[in-house]
């Protein structure tokens, strides 16, 4: 069985009558990196969030299975719970809410929807300090308020954290890599590979062959207007890389 | 995170609009007449066996409020109350002065179980700390029924007892102090409870005397048709201190209740009163029928030089509160606190803040608001803060943040600010944020529920101002705050 098996997937604004998915097919499957590229304002963001359960949006066809089960009935955190993270193209800032309450209070969530115990706090300290060092995550960041006032490639790099600690089924890397210098794209890259195994997948959003240098994909896909134009091995991007989208997008049209 | 997952379940519990506390006890009362009168002061000065000198300060304040108005500058809204409509006292029947708990209705001590205040010693005694133990002024609608821990207080020298207590015991403090703080002139609430209140707590510490434990007053509400003018009197004497917490509850009904109590506070040199309050009263039903209205003057005087008063409210009840616990800060170099976190839902209206009145030299005054506004309600900070002309180098920080869940509230500032110095230095702050859409996601694609979500971020935007409570009240603070949004988003 596929890890993630998106079907005919349409999608609108859920208050506008725009379409932005347009009968997109796509598969992921155990232990495979795909990688998405796609010209801005195809949609890639919002695939991401249709299969994150965005109440923005309102899918009218389609459906997507993760294990094997439609995701797109449950809530949010259901999902959540399921395995799927998504590490935001722009993380959220959360005003007084301190970053290691809420670490734990996603990681607890998710353990009690799957029948375990919270975690014990010792066990959640030095799990939590031991991944933050792994990315290059101060002591004085994890004492600060989610995201505030973090800058742009230390919010990426907390996405990623937090995507270490929930060791999600599968997970979607929108732009991660965006924001982020040298040393910290090595060091978000050398993360995900880190978590590679046989039974998680990944999709990685993004628009440069850089971070695919250091996140090897085992396939390309190109979204283009709401759908998967073309897809291919890990030389497609560097295809992409040298001539841009507009013949691909042109064949398609 | 435990603090998130014990509000979640507090949540769930709950079954009816939210509001646990809302059964009545079948209790036989001795009410009096209905409607307001001089004959009914005279009733109730009459129950207390009041001296002659007390009855006349009631009297006056009775005259005294038939030629006044009721205020109507606050952004409240209510039909007119009928003054005639209502019990000015109603005490438990079986007992109005228990000399032990053994007397005491066990259907009162019931309640209180209920309510989780339990009210025997040996029961607060099992399994609590010495310096956790917190001594309990209860007080069921018109009467204080019971006090406890009096007689280990008292070692120390520490006067805490009911107010018609201490009208026996004490006359001579009472006498001193009542009145001192908020004149029976002071406005139509305060003067009409100064016409008819009927019990409350009165707290004495002698001087250089650390109170050795939490004092705390417990007030419910239960007759149907009756208002409460509970009057409090705090005072600490030179170098003294002490820490003291009010709650409150009522049942659900459809009716309005009235709520008028008065608080005085008075801290003498280098003297400090810590005051924390948690207000549920039972706030109506989400379409706004029933409720308390909280018309409360509290207000306190630091009128020794050093001294400091420091208020700590969490509002979520009442259908609604006007209130404005203030510091007039008399003695050099005295300081006044305000922290408030003061939520509504549903349709509840607030009217709070705080008066900081700048008297003294090199005085200091800091207000943190914290208001949330969720279902239709409408939250207001009022605050005054002002410098007199001797009041030199007056310091003030002011920090107004209001927080909107949904497109139905409303939040609303008013600061108003008065300085007669030049030395004086007022500095304001005021932000209003929404709980967004953003945020929420962001939690629930971690794995928090709605609910969860809410609540830490609430418990986010309030986390200063929760830290000023008493330890043993944070958490419960903190639950109350979710219970009472429970049903604001989605
Ligand atoms: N909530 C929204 N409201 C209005 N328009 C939206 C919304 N979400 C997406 N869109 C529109 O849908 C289209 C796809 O947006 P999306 O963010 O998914 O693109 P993207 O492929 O992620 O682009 P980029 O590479 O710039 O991140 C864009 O035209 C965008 O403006
Ligand atoms: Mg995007």
């Known amino acids: 069985m596929s890890l993630l098996e998106i079907k005919n997937l349409t999608a609108k604004l859920a208050d506008e009558d725009k379409q932005i998915l347009n009968g997109l097919n796509l598969t992921v499957e155990k232990g495979q990196v795909a990688a998405i590229m796609g010209p801005n304002g195809s949609g890639k963001s919002t695939l991401s969030y249709v299969l994150a359960g965005r109440e923005d949006y309102e899918v009218t066809d389609g459906e997507a299975l993760l294990d094997g089960e439609n995701i797109l009935d449950l809530s949010p955190d259901e999902r959540a719970a399921k395995g799927l993270f998504l590490a935001f193209q722009y993380p959220i800032e959360i005003p007084g809410v301190g970053q290691m309450t809420f670490l734990k209070a996603a990681v607890n969530a998710q353990r009690r929807k799957n029948g375990l115990d919270d975690m014990p706090t010792p066990e959640f300290m030095k799990l939590v300090n031991g991944r933050a060092k792994e990315l290059g995550i101060s002591p004085d960041m994890l004492r600060r308020s989610v995201n505030v006032g973090f800058s742009g490639g230390e919010k990426k790099r907390n996405e990623s954290l937090q995507m270490a600690l929930l060791q999600p089924k599968l997970a979607i890397l929108d732009e991660t890599d965006s924001g982020l210098d040298i040393d910290a794209l090595k060091i978000v890259a050398d993360g995900v590979n880190a978590m590679r195994s046989p039974d998680r997948g990944f999709v990685v959003i993004t628009h440069y062959q850089r971070l695919l240098d250091y996140i090897k994909p085992d396939v390309v896909h190109v979204l283009s207007a709401g759908r998967i134009i073309k897809s291919g091995g890990a030389e497609l991007a560097l295809e992409l890389e040298a001539n841009g989208y507009a013949d691909i997008v042109g064949k398609a049209a | ?490």
């Not at chain 2, 004959?39 to 007390?54: F, G, H, L």
């Not at chain 2, 002024?137 to 007689?151: I, N, Y």
């Not at chain 2, 709070?352 to 969720?374: C, D, E, P, V, W």
């Open chain 2, 1 to 490: 995170m435990p603090a998130v997952q014990e509000t979640v379940e507090q949540v769930r519990a709950i079954d009816v609009d939210q509001y646990k506390y809302g059964f009545s006890t079948e209790i036989e009362m001795e009410l009096a007449p209905k409607g307001l009168s001089e004959d009914i002061v005279r009733y109730i000065s009459a129950r207390k066996n009041e001296p002659a000198w007390m009855l006349e300060w009631r009297l006056d304040a009775y005259r005294r409020w038939l030629t006044m108005r009721e205020p109507d500058w606050a952004r409240v809204d209510y039909p007119q109350i009928d003054f005639q409509d209502m019990y000015y006292y109603a005490a438990p029947k079986s007992n109005a002065a228990p000399k032990s708990l053994d007397e005491i209705d066990p259907a009162i001590l019931e309640t209180y179980k209920k309510l989780g205040i339990p009210l025997r010693e040996q029961e607060i005694l099992a399994g609590v700390a010495p310096e956790n133990r917190i001594a309990v002024d209860a007080v069921f609608d018109s009467v204080s029924v019971v006090t406890t821990f009096k007689e280990e207080l008292k070692k120390s020298g520490v006067i805490f007892s009911s107010i018609s207590e201490a009208l026996h015991e004490h006359p001579e403090l009472v006498k001193q102090y009542i009145g001192s703080v908020v004149p029976t002139t002071d406005n139509y609430y305060a003067t009409l409870n100064a016409a008819v209140f009927s019990d409350g707590s009165f707290v004495y510490i002698p001087p250089g005397v650390r109170c050795p434990m939490e004092l705390s007053t417990y007030f419910r509400i239960n007759e149907q048709k009756t208002g409460q003018f509970e009057r409090t009197l705090i005072i600490a004497d030179k170098g003294s201190y002490v820490s003291y917490l009010e709650g409150c509850t009522a049942p659900m009904r459809d009716e309005n209740q009235l709520h008028a109590a008065v608080v005085e506070l008075i801290a003498h040199d280098d003297a400090e009163i810590k005051y924390s309050t948690v207000q549920n009263w039972y706030p109506g039903d989400s379409q706004g029928k029933g409720g308390i209205y909280n018309f409360v003057t509290k207000r306190g005087d630091c009128r020794g030089a050093r001294s400091k008063i420091s208020w700590t409210q969490v509002e979520t009840g009442s259908a609604i509160t006007w209130k404005y616990p203030s510091c007039i800060l008399r003695g050099d170099d005295s300081q006044g606190e305000f922290y408030s976190i003061a939520v509504s839902n549903g349709a509840q209206q607030v009217d709070s803040g705080t008066k900081m009145i700048h008297l003294g030299k090199n005085t200091r005054s800091r207000i943190i608001s914290k208001g949330i506004s969720a279902g239709r309600s409408q939250n207001t900070y009022r605050g005054l803060v002002s410098a007199h002309r001797r009041a030199t180098n007056a310091k003030n920080f002011t920090n107004c943040d209001s927080l909107l869940i949904g497109n139905a509230c409303g939040a609303h500032t008013v600061p108003y600010i008065e300085s007669k110095t030049a030395s004086a230095v007022f500095e304001h702050e005021a932000t209003t944020s929404k709980v967004s859409e953003d945020q929420m996601f962001y939690c629930m694609q971690r794995g928090l529920t709605q609910e969860e979500a809410i609540a830490l971020i609430v418990n986010g935007f309030v986390k200063d101002v929760l830290q000023q409570l008493p330890m043993e009240f944070m958490v419960e603070a903190q639950k109350l705050i979710a219970i009472s949004l429970e049903g604001s988003v989605g």
